[in-house]
Nanobody, 123 residues
Framework: VQLVESGGGSVPAGGWLRLSCAAS????????TGWFRQAPGKEREFVAA????????YYADSVKDRFTISRANAKNTMYLQMNGLKPEDTAIYYC?????????????????WGQGTLVTVSS
């Protein structure tokens, strides 16, 4: 199984980025998928998640109304559209996939993880 993130980069505050997560080696359409992030010196935190059907989406309060998660099962790909970026959004962003129903924001419930992509937002 491989999850490969792309789309990270450096932007000024107020800018936008679109992250992608390409999956292989698993039946992507049967997995819920999510985005987590880890800032320097901080613990990994939940950002957003989407159910296998794409109908249920969940967001951390800190990104609600700014970020949009989506997926294209036919392409085995998940996306995170990030608008209105703030310096506090600076982190390594990881995509993850989980098969079991549980608490969508719990990182330890996810079965597979990508290597991460760095997002840097300057003030």
């Amino acid at each position: 199984v491989q999850l490969v993130e792309s789309g990270g980069g450096s932007v000024p505050a107020g800018g936008w980025l679109r992250l992608s997560c390409a999956a292989s080696g698993l039946r992507f359409s049967t997995y819920a998928t999510g985005w987590f992030r880890q800032a320097p010196g901080k613990e990994r935190e939940f950002v957003a998640a989407i159910m296998w059907s794409g109908r249920g989406t969940y967001y951390a309060d800190s990104v609600k109304d700014r970020f949009t998660i989506s997926r294209a099962n036919a392409k085995n790909t998940m996306y995170l559209q990030m608008n209105g970026l703030k310096p506090e959004d600076t982190a390594i962003y990881y995509c993850a996939a989980k098969l079991r129903v549980g608490v969508i924001s719990r990182s330890y419930e996810y079965d597979y993880w990508g290597q991460g992509t760095l997002v840097t937002v300057s003030s």
